[in-house]
Each structure stands twice: as C-alpha cells, then as structure tokens.
C-alpha cells in the first residue's frame, strides 16, 4: 500500500463506521435491485405459463418489496455517505488549516522533487478548496465501491453455485474480468492523465488567480494578451487531457456493458441444454439471465472508482506536501511563562532567509528598555522588516541572541509572543466585511465602549460616524472602500483595543501624503505612551519621539542615537534628513 493511500486511509479512520454502514446500505440497494429484476423475470415466465393466480402471490409481494426496499435503501446510503462525507470534509478542512497556520507568514516552501519550490496563493487555495473536494471522491467514489462490489461478487457467486457450479464459474469469471480486469487496465491507462490534470488544472488556476490579482499592472504594461494566450495554452493543455480521460472511460464502459452482455448471453446458451435435459426449469432460465445481468450494477462504479484513484493520490500528494512542511519555527516543548518584564535585547544578531543566500543582517546590538522607542531608519532593502519579522519570531535567527524579559524568544510560545505584541504594517489587510468586526479581531470580547473609545484614540471615530452606516460599514475586499490613511487608523485602533505592552510599527506611513501622515503619527503618538516600541521607517518623521534612532545599511547598523546626535555627526542619517527635507520642500 502506498504511503498516501493509507495516510487517506488513517484520515477516513474517525468516520470509520458511518462508511461501513454507507456501504452495507449501497450493497442492499444492489442486492434490492437484482431481487426486483430476478423476481420478475420469475413472475414473468410464471404468468406466461397462466397459473393459478395464488402462485404467483408471492412473487408479486417480492417485486413490490424490492421495488421499495430499493429506493429506500438508495435514499438511506445517500444520507448516511453524504453525512460522512460532509464529516470527513469538515475534519479535512480543520486538519489541513491546522497544519497550514504554523507555516504562516514565513514563505511557504515545499519540497517537490527533491527541491524547495515557494507556493503560489493561486496554488495553496486550490489545495485548500479542490484538492480537498476532490478527496471527497475518492471516499465516495474510490473507496466505497469496491467495497459493495465485494459484497455483491460474493453472494451472486454462491446464488448462481446454488443452480449449479458452472454458473457460478461463469459469473465469477466475468464478474472478476470487469471488476478487477477493466479498472485496471483503465487504471494503467489513466493514471498519468488523471494525475495530470490535477496538476494542470492548480496551474490554470494559480495563474487565473495571478492574472485577476494584478489585472491593473498587465493592463498597464499591455501584456494582457501575453497572459491571455499562457492561460489559452493551459486551457488547451488542460481540454487535451480530458479528453484522454473522457476515451478511457468511455472504453472502460463500453467493455464492462460488453462483459455484462456476454455474461446473460454465456448464461443463457449453457442454461439451455439444462433446461432440455429437465435439469432446469425454464423459468428459472429467465431468473439466471436478468440476475446475471442486474448484479454487474454492482461493478459499474467501478469505471469511475479506478479512474479517480490517480487524481485522488495527485490530491492528497498536494496536501500532505503541505502538511508535511516543517514550520520556520517551532514551539518550545517545555515553554517559559508570558514575559512580565517587555525590555527587548538583542546582541550580535546575524540572520539569512537560506542558507544559500547572503545575511541580511550582520552583529546587529541594541537594548530596549521597558517603556521606550526605538526607531529603524536606513536605505530600502537594509533589513528593517526583517529586523521587525524577527522580533516577531516568524523565522529564527542563525547567530546571536534576542531576548524579551530576558529569556531567549525560542523559549516562548509562538501565540504567548503574539499576545505581547501589537503589530501596525505598512499594508493592513481588512476583512471583507464591517469596520466593527475589523476591530473586533483585535479583541473579541471587547465591549462597544472599548471599541469606540480605540477608534477615538485612534482619530477614527469621526470619520467612522461620517459613514452611512458608522460601524456596520462593509469595508469592501481588502478594505479597498477605505483610503490608505483609513486603513492605517483602523490597525492603531485595533493596536490600542489588544492593549499589548509591546508595539512593532513597521513602515505605518509609507504609503500616505503628508497631511495624512501627521494624522496617523499624532494616533502613533499616543498609542505608544507606556508602550515599549519600535519603530521602522525611512520617513524621517516625529524622530524626536526615538529614545534611540539605529541606522542601519547593508544590514549592519553604521550609525546610532538620538535625533539630534545623529544630525550633528553629519553621517548617513544627516544625509537621509537632508534629502527628506528638500524634497518636502520641492512637494511645497
Ligand atoms: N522572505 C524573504 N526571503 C528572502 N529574502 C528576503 C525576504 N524578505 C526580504 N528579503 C531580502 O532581505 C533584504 C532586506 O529586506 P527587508 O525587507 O528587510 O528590507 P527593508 O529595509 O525593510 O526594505 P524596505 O524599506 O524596502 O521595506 C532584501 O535584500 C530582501 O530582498
């Protein structure tokens, strides 16, 4: 058994019985079915010969019994399979998100052919939605079926025995032929392609998602055909491959309805010298024909099961890359108590994002004192963020020490960590949905006064009330219905509801015009009193609130300071200053 396969199977474990019970029930609409159709082949050929009606009383309950027992059952096995299914979809889901959320935000990678490949959003979300649906097939489509199959093969086996061996041998053989044969020779046949197009499908679909994510730019730049004809040449790809999949499982239908036929026909020409001989009734003859072919219903799902089977692995291949991707970090096993003490230090840091790579940064130093600020300035690609993204533990450091309260960060608990701190990034991400609940993701059992009075701190409030709806506002996707100064404000009032003692701004007015920088620097200001903070920014702006101003270049800190001290030196920050301001001055 291969390794997916039976981790699928371990997955299906918990719902174990409700799809036992699915395909006992799937079985007793077949057997149903080929007691409906042998019982009137006998109360056909008994009606033939004018009996007394007396005789045939049994038979006539038989077919109304069956008839109803068979759509009973086909109602039952729907309900018990779709309530599994629906369960295991669920637990799918969970199990997937939970594997998913620790490898957040550093980049995905995942190892594939023996190499890191980085995922694309359009990717990861169709393994999050698609490949799990099509897990759903194989529990119903590739799992149960050769379960009923087996069911069915054995009892019509001992059925057709019980008027004599060589109809059992008969139906066995064919029976065997067009339920192990076929699928597997469809099987062999369609593997790759159904493989394939799992495969290509995810690449349509993550470059359908890149194309609708940056229409603007292809717009723009004029290269919406190009984007066009790659999506047109995967589409193609993509039908090319159907199409293949489409003709094995039309000869796999063909050759099982072909199978089915020769069957009856077998049945029929080896009964028939019976019957001359008096070794059988004639009316059995009917019964032995129309139950040979009414039990291959049990086989004809099968076509689907086997030619699932390759798309199913592809999927669960997807997911368990996923789920087996080591995270950036890991939790401690035995962690240290939240932090009481916000001091942070960090001491001859040195950090590369791989190994292959260059550091992005170099011995980088400094202590932050409970209570303070702490200011990153320096050129675009210095290493700020990183700086930031690693006070946030998202990635571990190679060399050096980063404290908080004194102990190393790896001591603590990934949420314990998160849970000190607030975070306002240069790009917040809002919610589809209401301002409130945008706020409220902050603090979920916040009350409506703790939210108003963080959104008036925030300088929110009044704009807020200005909106048609004031809170019940829908901010639209990615907050777009809101300016970037809006969206800005909404993450302090969303810093000031968590209430945490330590704040990482990271570049919070990188995106705004002048007027409304100073609108979010004065809700900075006072969202950072008591706070121990630090921010990143290449905005020389309010650089006075800094208790200590790193500069930082190629990764390493080249200056360091106050404000005023690293003015007077005449350095990098002078210079950095110096253009800041004439440029202000050319904007004025
Ligand atoms: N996830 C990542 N994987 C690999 N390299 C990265 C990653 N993020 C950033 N880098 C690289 O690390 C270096 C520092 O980037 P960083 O974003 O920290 O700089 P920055 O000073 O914040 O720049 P900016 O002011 O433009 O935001 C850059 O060379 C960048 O290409």
Same mark, same amino acid.
């Given at each position: ?187 062999? /046949? !369609?593997?790759?392609? +159904?493989? %394939?197009? #799992?495969?290509?499908? &995810?690449?349509?679909?993550? =470059? @359908?998602?890149? *194309? ?77 024909? /129309? !139950?040979?072919?009414? +039990?291959? %219903?049990? #086989?004809?799902?099968? &076509?689907?099961?086997?030619? =699932? @089977?390759?798309? *199913? ?77 690693? /006070? ?197």
């Amino acid at each position: 058994m291969s390794s997916p396969l039976r981790r699928l199977l371990q997955l299906a474990w918990p719902i174990r019985n409700w799809m036992l019970l699915a395909a006992l029930l799937g079985s007793l609409t077949i057997i149903s079915g080929i007691g409906l159709l042998t019982t009137s082949a006998y109360l056909i050929s008994m009606a033939a010969l004018h009996p007394d009606v007396s005789a045939l009383s049994i038979a006539i309950v038989g077919v109304r019994f069956f008839g109803i027992a068979r759509g009973s059952f086909r109602y039952l096995e729907r309900l018990v399979s779709h309530r599994a299914t629906f369960r295991l979809l669920a637990n799918l889901r969970v199990w997937f998100y939970s594997a998913l959320e620790p490898l957040m935000p550093a980049r995905l990678l995942v190892q594939k052919d023996g190499q890191q490949h980085e995922l694309r959003s359009g990717d990861l979300l169709r393994r999050a939605v698609s490949d799990i649906d099509t897990l759903q097939n194989f529990y119903i489509r590739v799992l149960a079926p050769p379960l009923v199959a087996l069911v069915i093969g054995v009892l019509m086996w001992i059925f057709f025995g019980a008027f004599g061996i060589v109809f059992g041998l008969i139906f066995i053989a064919f029976y065997l032929l067009s339920s192990v044969g076929i699928p597997w020779l469809a099987h062999l /046949l !369609g593997q790759r392609v +159904s493989r %394939e197009m #799992v495969s290509t499908q &995810a690449e349509l679909e993550s =470059q @359908l998602v890149d *194309s609708v994510q940056g229409i603007a730019d292809l717009i723009a730049f004029g290269q919406q055909e190009r984007q066009a004809q790659s999506i047109e040449r995967m589409n193609k790809k993509l039908q090319k491959l159907q199409m293949t999949a489409a003709y094995v499982s039309g000869m796999q239908g063909t050759l099982t309805n072909l199978l089915m036929n020769l069957t009856a026909w077998t049945m029929l020409l080896v009964a028939i010298p019976y019957v001359y001989r008096g070794e059988l009734s004639g009316i059995i003859l009917a019964v032995l024909v /129309l !139950g040979a072919l009414a +039990s291959f %219903e049990g #086989v004809l799902p099968l &076509a689907s099961s086997f030619q =699932q @089977l390759g798309g *199913s692995l592809e999927a669960a291949r997807r997911l368990f890359e996923i789920v087996d991707a080591r995270p950036a970090v890991q939790n401690p096993t035995t962690p240290s108590p939240t932090p009481q003490d916000h001091s942070i230090q960090v001491k001859d840091l040195s950090f590369r994002y791989e190994e292959s790579e260059p550091y992005v940064l170099r011995d980088v130093s400094f202590t932050l004192p409970r209570g303070k600020c702490l200011m990153i300035v320096g050129p675009s690609g210095s290493g700020k963020s990183t700086l930031a993204n690693l /006070l946030l533990r998202f990635w571990d450091y190679q060399e050096g020490t980063m404290t908080l309260g004194g102990q190393p960060l790896q001591a603590y608990q990934q949420d314990d960590l998160y849970q000190q701190m607030s975070v306002v990034e240069q790009d917040t991400h809002l919610f589809n949905t209401t301002i409130r609940e945008n706020l409220m993701i902050a603090r979920k059992q916040a009350s409506e006064e703790e939210m108003i009075e963080a959104a008036r701190k925030a300088q929110l409030h009044d704009f807020v009330l200005s909106l048609p709806e004031g809170y019940d506002t829908a901010v639209g996707e990615q907050g777009l219905r809101l300016s970037g100064g809006e969206r800005q404000r909404v993450a302090i009032a969303r810093a000031f509801l968590k209430n945490t003692p330590i704040l990482l701004l990271d570049e919070p007015t990188v995106n705004l015009d002048a007027i409304t920088e100073r609108a979010v620097l004065d809700a900075i200001k006072a969202l950072r009193q008591q706070r121990t903070t630090i921010m990143v920014t290449h905005r020389l702006a309010e650089m006075e609130m800094a208790d200590e101003i790193l500069v930082l270049h190629h990764g390493r800190i080249v200056e360091r300071g106050t404000h005023a001290s690293l003015l007077q030196s005449e350095g990098l920050y002078w210079r950095m200053w110096q253009q800041q301001r004439a440029r202000t001055v050319e904007a004025v």
